[in-house]
Each structure stands twice: as C-alpha cells, then as structure tokens.
C-alpha cells in the first residue's frame, strides 16, 4: 500500500504546501493503485482518469501561484447517484446507464470549487435501494477486507463502492448517500467513518432522489477529521434545495481539549436484538464501559418504537420511491425502448427494461399502498408511527446527550450468504440500526472499533439530537484516538 496516498487530508495538503508532493504526481500514483486493485474490488462505475489529470494540473498552477484552494489536490469519489456534470450518472441501472447530466450536484459542486479533484464515481445498489452493493448492473463491490476475493464479503450498501473506495486508498473522501442507513452501513463493513448528518444541513441538489424526506448526502473518510473538513466544506443552505437548513453553517472545529466529564450517553435496550452477534455486543457493552470510565454518564434507556422503525420505513420508502420513480417514462431523459407503437406501450417497456427488480418491487408496492382503499390504512398510519419514531429520539435526547448503538448487527456476511436472501429480508437486517434515525432527521456516525475473529471491521453508532454534529465528532476522535482501528490499514494487502 502506497503510503502517500493513505494520508489524511490534512496531512497531504501540508505536503502540497511544501512542495514535497505535487497534485498531479499524487493522482498519478492513485491511478496506478486503482488500476492494480479496482477490478477485484469493483468499487467504480466509471473512472474519471483525464478529468482529474487536467484537474491535477489546475490544482498544481494554483498552488504554484501561491493561490491554493482549501481542497487543492484531494482526491475525491462519488456515489453514482450525484449528478456530475458531463460525466455519466448510472445510478446503477439500465435507465441511466448513458446518462450524463448537465450539472452538478449541489455538494459535489461545492468539493470541486474547493479544489478537490473527482477520480471516478462509485458503484451502488440500484437507485440506492439495497445494503449490500450486489443490485447494480455493474455487478457487485467486493469488500476489501475478505479473507478472500474469489468467495468475498459484501462491502455493504448502498454506498458500497464509496466506502471500499476509500478503504481501498482509491481517494481521501468519498461521498455517500444515506436514506435508511447506506452511509453508516457501508462504512460499518469496510471500517471507515461514515457520516449522516442533520436533515437539511446537507443540498440534496443533484441527488438523484430515492425518498426525498429521508436523503442526505453522506460523507465516508478513513478519520474523524477528515469527516470534519469535507463537512465543512459541503453543508449550508442552498437555494436550489428548498428544504435545506436556511441559516447559514458555521464551520465546526474540534476541541482541543475535549473530555467526557458533562455527557450523557444512552444505551437503548432495543437495540440488543435479535441477530446481533456476540462480537458486536462485547464492543458495544466494552465501548460503553470505557465512555463510562473516562467521565461519561451512561445510562440503559428504551426507545419502544425502534422495532417498529423497520416496517414504517418499508411502507415510506416504497411509497415515496413509486412516485419519485414516476418521472423515467423514456420521454425526457435516459432509457427508452424501441417500441413507439403507443404511448403506453413506450412507456411501460422503458420500464420493464430500465428497471432491475427490486425497482419494480418497491413501485408496484408503494402504489399499492397509495391506493385510495390503502391510502388510510398503509401511507397515513405509517406517517403516524414514523412521529412516534422520532419521539422516541426527542424524548431520549431530553434526558441524554447522545446514544451509542452498533451499526450492523455482525461484521460483514459472504456475499454468497447475503445474496440468498430477497433485498426485503436483507433490508430488514441491515437497516435495523440506522433507518430509525432517517425517520427523525437526526445526525448520525458510524465509527470502527475493532476487527472481528474474522478479521473485518466491527463499527459502532453515535446519534444525537439536530445539529449536535460537533458533539457528535468530539466523542468520535475521542474514541479513535484511544481505539486505533486506523493502524489495521497496515494490514490490507492493496
Ligand atoms: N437499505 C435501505 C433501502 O434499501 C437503505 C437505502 C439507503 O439508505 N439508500 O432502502
């Protein structure tokens, strides 16, 4: 593993400063590295070699100039689902499959004005809708810690590709997308940070939409740090997104001295359930007692809602998902058949070629529950307990500071395990830990621990009330610096 390019962002930019690294030299030996190690892994969609060498160029005459950008040199990936203007946004599918939109995404947008240059995007479950990166037309990202890539681990989902990209040293920072947990998830197998924020702290401009009232843009890097920069850079009100946050952001900086002495972190029970192996329970319960230990007040709460989480997000999800999804008829944009015999058969086998099966699953279902005989029964009754949902949350942040929750249940499935199982069962599972804080909006961090007796990454959870991101991160760099997972890159063989 080259040794540059498994710097932090701080780290690498002091570098190109003093003139011992150059921009270009940089992406050059992280192409190399990609070049050797992606087709095992499958991590990107599409490669973006020549645009970021130009970018290289543009970060290295600025430089030179003595006008350096805060991101000057960084290399950076994106999920393909943000859209990258005049470079292609797959999503994954047929329907998108030579798609190239004629903007940027709002966040990404924001990183390529800072100086960050974009090395390729990043494979995903189709339309984001999975937790394992085995649904896409591209076929699936193994993990990058398996024992062995010819009878791999899922990397988690959907933002698969980001996380092993970033495991893999393929870039500093790459962007994800959370609606039920795809950021969190992800990271929690490959074991690098992975970051929902605040609903609305985060323009969702650009972000092809699965379930516009639980996306964000996630963030997944290898330190808290990094995480703490790249957010900085991104969050803050955008006109172009009428639900993001209209006060404007102020850059969060980390304390110095930061200790444990005033908070108060929750433990909810519910959150020990079934399927959570004992490894992940002995780093969560150690996890506790060491928050303990070092000045934290910890205390078992009940958040009795959280079983429900599940089945509220299934019937939101896929309600939100048949109308969102209402807009790929082959007219406008990507896909269509080669059937012009009527309108309706135009539309309806664009469909059926566009869409894999999952899609089609998800459609037929929420239009099923917004029929006007299930509108009451299904749409309006899980409105209703996803706010029982989020009270939970108010409830337990009227007590408490922050909770601490695993992420998955287990470290990383077999593929060939995982893949038995219908996306809904697989869902189920996986989203178990992350999708209550979608519902609620609130903020959320997935950070490894450990590795498993199998050697893969064991994560945790933090969650706090709205705009408790720099808590949140506190508390994170407090436990990385005590837990070291970071030194365990040293072992990966890429
Ligand atoms: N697994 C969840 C789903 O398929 C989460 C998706 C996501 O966060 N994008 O809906």
Request: charged content about 25%; overall charge positive; hydrophobic content about 35%.
């Amino acid at each position: 593993m080259s040794r540059i390019s498994n710097l932090s962002i701080k780290q690498l930019s002091r570098k190109f400063d003093e003139k011992l690294l150059c921009p270009k030299e940089h992406t050059l030996e992280v192409f190399k590295n990609i070049k050797r190690n992606n087709n095992d892994i499958n991590a990107f969609i599409t490669l973006s070699e020549e645009f970021a060498l130009k970018k290289a160029e543009e970060s290295a005459n600025r430089i030179a100039l003595g006008k350096k950008l805060k991101l000057d040199g960084i290399l950076v990936a994106c999920k393909d689902n943000f859209c990258t203007k005049g470079i292609r946004t797959t999503c994954g599918s047929i329907m998108l499959k030579n798609f190239v939109p004629t903007y940027n995404a709002t966040v990404y947008d924001k990183l390529e004005k800072a100086g960050a240059i974009l090395v390729g995007k990043t494979n995903l479950d189709q339309y984001g809708m999975g937790s394992g990166t085995v649904d896409s037309i591209f076929g699936p990202t193994k993990n990058v810690w398996s024992e062995n890539l010819n009878n791999p681990r899922i990397c988690g989902g959907s933002s698969g590709g980001s996380a092993s990209a970033v495991a893999a040293n393929f870039c500093s920072t790459a962007l994800g997308s959370d609606t039920g947990g795809s950021t969190r998830n992800p990271a929690s197998y490959s074991g690098v940070i992975g970051f929902k924020p605040t609903y609305g702290l985060l323009s969702r401009h650009g972000l092809i939409p699965l379930v516009n009232s639980m996306d964000v843009p996630g963030i997944l890097t290898k330190t808290v740090d990094d995480c703490v920069d790249i957010f900085n850079t991104i969050a803050g009100p955008d006109d172009l997104d009428s639900t993001t946050i209209k006060k404007s952001f102020n850059p969060i900086e980390l304390s110095e001295n930061f200790n444990l002495k005033n908070v108060k972190i929750g433990i909810p029970k519910e959150y020990n359930c079934e399927g959570l192996t004992s490894e992940v329970l002995e780093a969560w319960t150690k996890m506790a007692d060491f928050l303990e230990e070092n000045g934290a007040r910890v205390e078992e709460i009940s958040m009795p809602y959280t079983t429900a989480s599940i089945f509220v997000y299934s019937i939101l999800n896929q309600c939100e998902v048949a109308s969102n999804m209402a807009r790929y008829d082959g007219i406008e944009y990507g896909h269509r058949a080669d059937d012009e015999s009527s309108t309706e058969n135009l539309y309806s086998k664009t469909r059926a070629e566009g869409f894999n099966g999952v899609v089609k699953n998800r459609i037929l279902a929420g239009n099923y529950f917004l029929l006007r005989k299930n509108y009451e029964k299904y749409f309006l009754k899980a409105l209703k307990v996803r706010r029982l949902v989020s009270d939970d949350f108010k409830k337990a942040f009227s007590k408490i500071d922050l909770l601490l929750t695993p992420t998955t249940l287990s470290d990383a499935p077999l593929l060939s395990d995982f893949t038995k199982n219908n996306n809904r069962d697989q869902c189920a599972v996986q989203d178990f830990c992350t999708c209550p804080a979608n519902m609620a909006g609130v903020p959320a961090l997935s950070i490894p621990i450990k590795l498993s007796s199998n050697n893969l990454p064991i994560s945790l959870q933090l969650m706090g009330p709205n705009f408790s991101e720099k808590l949140i991160f506190n508390t994170a760099k407090f436990i990385e610096n005590r837990v070291d997972f970071y030194l365990n890159y040293n072992k990966l063989k890429l």
